[in-house]
């Protein structure tokens, strides 16, 4: 067996696992593909499916299970905070206001990493930050690509409708004056993985009298090509 770690059940399971890549496939196709014995690769097969790292298709096929994805997720998250730094630091220092992303957990949506302006009246959003879901311009960028179902449910109680979703898409950024808070305006764009999914959202934040009633004419392509950035930086790791 090519690639042998010397970890012999292992190297079998990653065979399996490797072969699934290609898409569903019965035992008889894992034996020819693997070149493993049949009981082999049944036993791996149906012990990497406990692990749920193998499931089953409606016709009972073998497929990549969802804990894949969950890993995947998770090293795709850790690639996203390291680049997450540098990129928000430059946002805030083009953009002169403070510089934040979101994640979304749920019904809230967490503050995971910022760059604070230095001095002055600003907007600070401490990392860690459970904000709702219902305000703001990273919600509605959170929010604007789910799918139907989970859209229109989450714009119940929302401060922002269907038609400013709507808008948010079109653009492909989104803004928001004194939604989440009375005198804080924002300005937002989505970051997406390796699916093109919304994993994120950048923002920068400020006091209305700077940001003005229209936040995105002064910094819409500013946070567009940050979350660009961040967007290529997850991808690239993929």
């Given at each position: 067996m090519d690639n042998s770690s010397g970890v012999g059940v292992l190297d079998k399971a990653a065979v399996v696992l490797s072969?699934?890549?290609?898409?569903?496939?019965?035992?008889?196709?894992?034996?020819t593909a693997t070149g493993l014995a049949r009981p082999t690769a049944h036993r791996l097969a149906v012990a990497l499916e406990h692990h749920r790292l193998v499931s089953r298709d409606m016709q009972g096929r073998f497929i990549l299970g969802p804990r894949l994805q969950e890993l995947a997720s998770a090293a795709g998250e850790d690639r996203l905070l390291a680049a997450a730094g540098p990129v928000l630091a430059a946002l805030r220092d083009h953009t002169g206001e403070s510089a934040q992303l979101y994640r979304r957990q749920g019904d809230l949506r967490v503050c995971v990493a910022a760059a604070e302006?230095?001095?002055?009246?600003?907007?600070?959003?401490?990392?860690?930050?459970?904000?709702?879901?219902?305000?703001?311009?990273?919600?509605?960028?959170?929010?604007?690509?789910?799918?139907?179902?989970?859209?229109?449910?989450?714009?119940?109680?929302?401060?922002?409708?269907?038609?400013?979703?709507?808008?948010?898409?079109?653009?492909?950024?989104?803004q928001s004056v004194a939604e989440r808070e009375q005198g804080v305006a924002s300005v937002s764009a989505p970051v997406r993985g390796p699916n093109n999914r919304v994993i994120a959202g950048v923002s920068v934040s400020g006091p209305i009298e700077r940001l003005t009633r229209q936040p995105g004419r002064l910094h819409a392509q500013s946070v567009v090509e940050a979350a660009a950035r961040l967007s290529e930086a997850v991808k690239r790791g993929s």
């Open positions: 072969a699934l890549e290609a898409g569903p496939t019965t035992l008889a196709g894992l034996v302006r230095m001095s002055g009246l600003r907007d600070t959003v401490p990392i860690g930050s459970a904000l709702p879901m219902t305000a703001g311009s990273a919600a509605q960028i959170l929010l604007a690509w789910e799918e139907p179902d989970r859209l229109h449910r989450g714009l119940q109680g929302a401060r922002f409708t269907a038609t400013t979703l709507a808008g948010v898409r079109r653009r492909g950024w989104a």
